[in-house]
């Protein structure tokens, strides 16, 4: 049997010989593995051919192959799309050892029958998405395998990253008009709106429930409170062009015409809208003619977000704010051709005066004003605490001491005006630092 086999292999290996193989060259090739291309694939690529990516997959180097374009037995039992080309060593060892093919899609040229967009004509925004950097493509302009399974409008042209990379390697498109030049701008215009967020009840019904909007696509009945709470149905019909934003006098006005005032309210920079002249949902719950002017930072920014507007009769409620309220006569005093209100100053004053009868003695007081007999001390004007906030450098308020202090009113004798209170006693002179130095800078008090 031996020498049958022996026999057999030397005729063999002369057979070779005879056709021009060296032996050597025939043993190198019965030990390389024979790799038939994966089922329906155009081609099968070498390993030099395939972009194999990087090793920043969690999974990296674990020896098996993360990368989902891959499929077989050295593959991982669960494939994520994050890991698309991130498991450059394991996946190209699995592949020269024939154990993962490359799956037929990642190899067929085109994916679809038109070709994408190229890259120099999408605008891919910015990387502010919360989303941003995950390996997933959250922009809704975009479809395919690389989206993320949810999708708001929050994060359009804000995750440029992932879809730019996914859109490169091709699990990604544009979806159909996104590139169309009619539909950019309408989306520019979109970003300049606040949609908000989607927790209205009547949230993706298919009709936009902000009462911000109006035409075909507005639902028929609309509530303030679901203004900026119905983003996706409000945008979708927006951008389909059957809603417009409201062209009122408010959501008109531009910035530079408003007079935002400053930041002296006591209710300053608390990301509400303290200024009675606005309405919308980012207004104080009870604002107060005291705000008026009074709350730049929160009002201008609520403004441009959308959430607030300037009210029709915005103008009117300044005006008669900074009128001057001269009250009423429910004074004892009242009608007797004196003015005994303590706000005025001048000849024509009752010599005796009460806090008891501030604002009761009107038409003494408003009669006496015309005639120019007297005058409202400065401080009780509304005009003088337009004008806030005063400097309190020069003035010596003295210490925290009184056990009136922190009260909201200053209890200092020495001064005077509406943010004095009511009652004034000698033992809290310079005891009540906080309340009065407040005060004086909001325009509210003055030194007597």
């Known amino acids: 049997m031996t020498q049958t086999h022996n026999l057999l292999t030397g005729t063999l290996l002369a057979a070779f010989l005879t056709m021009g193989l060296a032996a050597p060259s025939f043993a190198a090739k019965l030990s390389e593995p024979v790799l038939a291309p994966a089922p329906g694939t155009i081609k099968a690529l070498t390993a030099s051919e395939i972009d194999w990516g990087d090793d920043t997959s969690e999974w990296a180097n674990d020896g098996e192959c993360d990368d989902p374009r891959f499929e077989g037995e050295g593959t991982a039992s669960e494939l994520l799309d994050a890991d698309r080309m991130k498991d450059a060593t394991d996946c190209k060892a699995a592949f020269e050892a024939g154990t993962v093919t490359l799956i037929e899609d990642t190899t067929t040229p085109a994916a679809t029958t038109q070709a994408p967009p190229a890259n120099a004509d999408i605008d891919w925004g910015d990387d502010t998405s919360e989303w941003a950097n995950d390996g997933e493509c959250d922009d809704p302009r975009f479809e395919g395998e690389g989206v993320a399974a949810e999708l708001v409008d929050a994060d359009r042209m804000k995750d440029a990253t992932d879809c730019r990379t996914a859109f490169e390697t091709g699990t990604i498109t544009l979806k159909d008009g996104a590139s169309d030049p009619a539909n950019v701008e309408i989306a520019n215009a979109g970003n300049a709106i606040n949609w908000g967020d989607d927790s209205s009840q009547w949230a993706n019904d298919g009709e936009c429930d902000d009462p911000r909007f109006e035409g075909e696509g507005v639902a028929s009945e609309l509530l303030d409170e679901d203004a900026t709470h119905d983003a996706t149905d409000c945008r979708t019909a927006y951008e389909a062009g059957t809603i417009t934003l409201k062209d009122t006098g408010s959501t008109s006005t531009a910035n530079a015409e408003i007079d935002w005032g400053n930041d002296s309210s006591e209710w300053a920079n608390d990301g509400e809208c303290d200024d009675p002249r606005f309405e919308g949902e980012d207004m104080a719950a009870e604002p107060v003619n005291t705000d008026l002017l009074k709350d730049a930072t929160d009002c201008r920014t609520a403004f441009e ?73 400065p401080v009780w004007d509304p005009a003088y605490a337009a004008g806030a906030p005063y400097d309190s450098k020069g003035v010596d308020f003295g210490d925290n001491t009184s056990s009136y202090a922190d009260d909201g009113q200053c209890d200092d004798p020495r001064f005077q005006g509406p943010g004095v209170a009511s009652t004034l006693l000698d033992s809290d002179l310079k005891h009540d630092r906080n309340d009065c130095k407040a005060a004086f800078e909001a325009g509210t008090i003055v030194l007597i």
């Open 305 to 377: 977000d959308g959430t607030i507007t300037l009210k029709a009769d915005a103008d009117a409620i300044l005006a008669a704010a900074n009128e001057f309220d001269y009250g009423s006569d429910f004074s004892r005093w009242a009608e007797d051709g004196e003015c005994d209100d303590p706000r005025f100053t001048g000849e024509g004053m009752a010599k005796k005066l009460l806090s008891e009868d501030m604002k009761g003695d009107a038409t003494d007081c408003r009669a006496l004003v015309e005639s120019g007999s007297i005058s409202i001390i």
